[in-house]
């Protein structure tokens, strides 16, 4: 049995990807910041948890036993649920209580756990029900459209949707733009004045503080043969 992996679109503009691995042996995944946060659904020897997780700001390492499956659903920054306070969940995941076998509360509400084809229906019912709406300042200052907005009202309602500042999201999705760069080939030097760094020094720093690892260990990871997810 081996370990399989889907990502797809969503129909909605809340939801960023949604994602279904089912681990064919034991393993060890790390996830980093990007900026979303999830909605996951992990079976593990017959038993489902559902996992509210908030925005990260650091790798996050997480341990798969054979026969794990999980379907995680990211939200784009600036999408929130109303009463549940964004700072609050920076670093942090929550259990949903299950209602039975086959769903899960929110408040006193319940939802049937989806999969990855019906994971849209899911989005519309929580949306339809009130508990994801997005900040739409948020979305246009992330689209680069800041117009009519103070910068004072632009922190408050980042901080409000995201739990992070306006630039603290930026330097995230920075890095992460100059992740992928790096694990495509492209030279740090190079990664450091498209991304907008101030030289390679600059680049290693951030990248190093917010992912977890330099530029030359991304490259040298990047150019290790076998499988890659």
């Given at each position: 049995?081996?370990?399989?992996?889907?990502?797809?679109?969503?129909?909605?503009?809340?939801?960023?990807?949604?994602?279904?691995?089912?681990?064919?042996?034991?393993?060890?995944?790390?996830?980093?910041?990007?900026?979303?946060?999830?909605?996951?659904?992990?079976?593990?020897?017959?038993?489902?948890?559902?996992?509210?997780?908030?925005?990260?700001?650091?790798?996050?390492t997480?341990?798969?036993?054979?026969?794990?499956?999980?379907?995680?659903?990211?939200?784009?920054?600036?999408?929130?649920?109303?009463?549940?306070?964004?700072?609050?969940?920076?670093?942090?995941?929550?259990?949903?209580?299950?209602?039975?076998?086959?769903?899960?509360?929110?408040?006193?509400q319940?939802?049937?756990?989806?999969?990855?084809?019906?994971?849209?229906?899911?989005?519309?019912?929580?949306i339809?029900?009130?508990?994801?709406?997005?900040?739409?300042?948020?979305?246009?200052?992330?689209?680069?459209?800041?117009?009519?907005t103070?910068?004072?009202?632009?922190?408050?309602?980042?901080?409000?949707?995201?739990?992070?500042?306006?630039?603290?999201?930026?330097q995230?999705?920075?890095?992460?733009?100059?992740?992928?760069?790096?694990?495509r080939?492209?030279?740090p030097?190079?990664?450091?004045?498209?991304?907008?760094?101030?030289?390679?020094?600059?680049?290693?720093?951030?990248?190093k503080?917010?992912?977890?690892?330099?530029?030359?260990?991304v490259?040298?990871?990047?150019?290790?043969?076998?499988?890659?997810?």
């Amino acid at each position: 049995m081996r370990t399989t992996l889907s990502i797809r679109g969503s129909d909605h503009a809340l939801v960023q990807r949604i994602t279904h691995v089912a681990y064919g042996d034991d393993a060890q995944d790390e996830s980093l910041p990007d900026g979303c946060w999830d909605l996951v659904f992990m079976k593990r020897r017959g038993r489902l948890q559902v996992l509210h997780t908030g925005l990260i700001t650091h790798p996050v390492t997480l341990g798969y036993e054979t026969g794990d499956e999980y379907l995680s659903i990211a939200f784009r920054p600036g999408v929130f649920m109303p009463g549940v306070p964004a700072m609050g969940m920076l670093d942090q995941g929550v259990l949903r209580p299950l209602a039975n076998p086959r769903s899960f509360l929110l408040g006193p509400q319940a939802f049937e756990v989806p999969d990855l084809e019906n994971a849209d229906d899911l989005v519309a019912r929580l949306i339809g029900a009130g508990l994801l709406v997005a900040d739409p300042v948020v979305f246009r200052v992330l689209q680069g459209d800041p117009a009519g907005t103070s910068l004072r009202s632009v922190q408050r309602r980042f901080l409000s949707a995201t739990g992070l500042t306006a630039k603290q999201l930026s330097q995230i999705h920075r890095a992460q733009a100059a992740l992928q760069r790096l694990m495509r080939g492209d030279a740090p030097a190079d990664v450091a004045a498209i991304c907008g760094y101030a030289d390679q020094a600059h680049l290693g720093n951030s990248l190093k503080r917010i992912m977890g690892r330099t530029p030359g260990e991304v490259v040298r990871a990047a150019a290790r043969p076998g499988p890659r997810r």
